[in-house]
Nanobody, 127 residues
Framework: QVQLVESGGGLVQAGGSLRLSCAAS????????MGWFRQAPGKEREFVAV????????MHADSVKGRFTISRDNAKNTVYLQMNSLKAEDTAVYYC????????????????????WGQGTQVTVSS
């Protein structure tokens, strides 16, 4: 059983930056592809970014491409989401998730590919 704990959320002005962290425990971190998703009030949870088990392959949603960057540190069992040039529409609860396995697939943008989820961290961008 893998436990995921997000941190780093908060209130920021439009144009600002935040870095989210997700600490994993209870499993072999490098056995998982790791993703970030977000859910705004009244909307469905949506894909933000994913990184493969070794950290050398990433995929970002079009809405965040060029502004957000996912990374991981397997020695620290942690995945990060650096968010720059934040916009009001980035306001949401951000969740990290773990997908067991090292196979890379475009389906890693889908919620059903993930086995474990964190509790989420709130990001609020004021305009």
């Amino acid at each position: 059983q893998v436990q995921l704990v997000e941190s780093g959320g908060g209130l920021v002005q439009a144009g600002g930056s935040l870095r989210l962290s997700c600490a994993a425990s209870g499993g072999t971190f490098s056995s998982y592809n790791m993703g970030w998703f977000r859910q705004a009030p009244g909307k469905e949870r949506e894909f933000v970014a994913v990184i493969n088990w070794s950290g050398d392959t990433t995929m970002h949603a079009d809405s965040v491409k060029g502004r957000f960057t996912i990374s991981r540190d397997n020695a620290k069992n942690t995945v990060y989401l650096q968010m720059n040039s934040l916009k009001a529409e980035d306001t949401a609860v951000y969740y990290c998730a773990a997908a067991y396995g090292t196979r890379w697939s475009p389906r890693l943008s889908k919620l059903y590919e993930y086995n474990y989820w964190g509790q989420g961290t709130q990001v609020t961008v004021s305009s």
